[in-house]
């Protein structure tokens, strides 16, 4: 129970500060003298460091042991936090979140592990409570991150980290020392991804050459994956059909949905003029719809229908609600400019979500859920990062982003078509 209780706590302490910090970007803009083009690099330093280890950091609870990793993993988190809340350049406050990136992407995956290691109900009611977390800080985050930002500053929102991740640190020392001696780690395989990722996000924005280079890491990657002894990713999971077209899929939804923080945020303060608690009230419809369609209209209806068509009518319906989002008026006001929108938004994203989830995981095998989970995760996340950087070195203008986000959800409702039918994703 305390080892369960521990790694919620953990996530939501990394989910959290995902959706805080996106409030607090036009006040770090202001203080460390971000230009627009490279603001964007506060959270896509965090997206792509978070991607690039995801599948390592999993490993590193079987071969290290979940206590160690889970220290290791707050105690990198915890320290970034609050050198980044203390940061006096932007340089500085990159490397910090890039640092975030890769203790979450040790402590995601093995809180995961850990609240998955028991049998019968006591397990499920785990990883419920787990889901739960997760949600619950995505959305606490916006109100908090207003609410911190307004009255402390944006430096709060980094160093509320320090205390929370010290008493999970405390709190750790009761976990068991387990740890597989037989497993292994693929070192190299780590280091090509998550720097192949880097530079490629890197590369989009500022350097085509630097770009060039991260793609051909990421390709050497995959063909290492064929010939090392302990793949991070086994060749078997990615040749399957529904988990190479689901991953696809995913990562476009992420190269959109994630994106759209990071453009609300700055959209509601420049164009509203609304301040930082303003702007985290003001996406609670975002985040609130979106979990009632997801968690009371989406089972109900996969119950009732195919899940390919309903990624397909999820993505064009949040694509609509993203061209409603880009003819945003300041004359508008709230209610018209960004909270009609945000129905669309969230009900198009509330069914995209969890029926791709399912088709992407139909066809593997039992052995192999989760390998395919943690590419699934890592293609959602390098989504994130690719898909900000690539509109964030395209245009400035709110209304092109909104546009450029539309665009990109509708090329994942034109793939989510050649995602196998119920029947055909059926593990053989």
Request: glycine letters at 14%; proline letters at 4%; aromatic letters at 6%.
């Amino acid at each position: 129970m305390r080892s369960r209780t521990l790694a919620c706590a953990a996530q939501f302490m990394v989910v959290l500060d995902v959706s805080v910090v996106n409030v607090a970007l036009p006040a770090v803009r202001s203080s460390l003298g971000f230009s627009d083009a490279d603001l964007h690099w506060v959270v896509n330093a965090y997206a792509l460091a978070h991607a690039g280890l995801l599948l390592l950091g999993g490993r590193l609870g079987d071969v290290l042991g979940r206590r160690a990793a889970l220290v290791g993993g707050v105690g990198l988190f915890t320290a970034a936090s609050a050198v980044g809340g203390m940061a006096d350049s932007a340089a500085l406050l990159v490397a910090a979140r890039a640092a975030q990136g890769l203790g979450a992407a040790v402590v995601t995956p093995t809180t995961l592990a850990i609240v998955a290691s028991g049998r019968g109900a006591g397990r499920t009611r785990a990883l419920a409570a787990w889901t739960a977390v997760a949600t619950a800080g995505g959305t606490a985050g916006v109100l908090v991150g207003g609410l911190l930002t307004e009255t402390l500053g944006w430096r709060s929102t980094l160093l509320v980290n320090v205390p929370v991740g010290v008493v999970a640190l405390w709190w750790a020392r009761g976990l068991p020392r387990e740890r597989d001696g037989a497993a292994r780690v693929d070192v190299l395989g780590a280091v090509m991804a998550t720097t192949g990722l880097g530079a490629l996000g890197y590369g989009i924005s500022r350097d085509w050459v630097v770009a060039a280079a991260g793609a051909g890491l990421i390709g050497a990657f995959a063909v290492w994956q064929t010939r090392a002894r302990a793949p991070l990713v086994p060749p078997g999971v990615a040749r399957t059909r529904s988990v190479a077209v689901g991953n696809v899929v995913v990562l476009l939804a992420g190269a959109a949905l994630n994106p759209m923080w990071f453009y609300l945020a700055l959209a509601m303060r420049d164009e509203l003029g609304l301040g930082p608690l303003g702007t985290g009230l003001g996406l609670l419809p975002h985040t609130v719809l979106g979990v009632v369609v997801g968690v009371r209209l989406t089972p109900w209806l996969l119950d009732r229908f195919p899940a390919r068509p309903l990624v397909v009518i999820g993505a064009l319906t949040a694509a609509a609600g993203f061209v409603w989002q880009s003819a945003l008026d300041p004359g508008a006001g709230y209610w018209a400019g960004i909270a009609g929108p945000a129905v669309v938004i969230a009900l198009g994203s509330g069914l995209l979500n969890t029926p791709l989830t399912a088709t992407a995981l139909a066809g593997v095998r039992p052995a192999d859920t989760g390998a395919a989970s943690g590419l699934l995760a890592t293609a959602k996340q390098t989504g994130a990062g690719l898909g900000l950087a690539a509109i964030a070195s395209s245009t400035t203008d709110y209304g092109a982003a909104f546009l450029a986000i539309a665009a990109i959800l509708a090329a994942a409702s034109a793939g989510a078509l050649f995602l196998p039918a119920a029947r055909e994703a059926e593990p053989r």
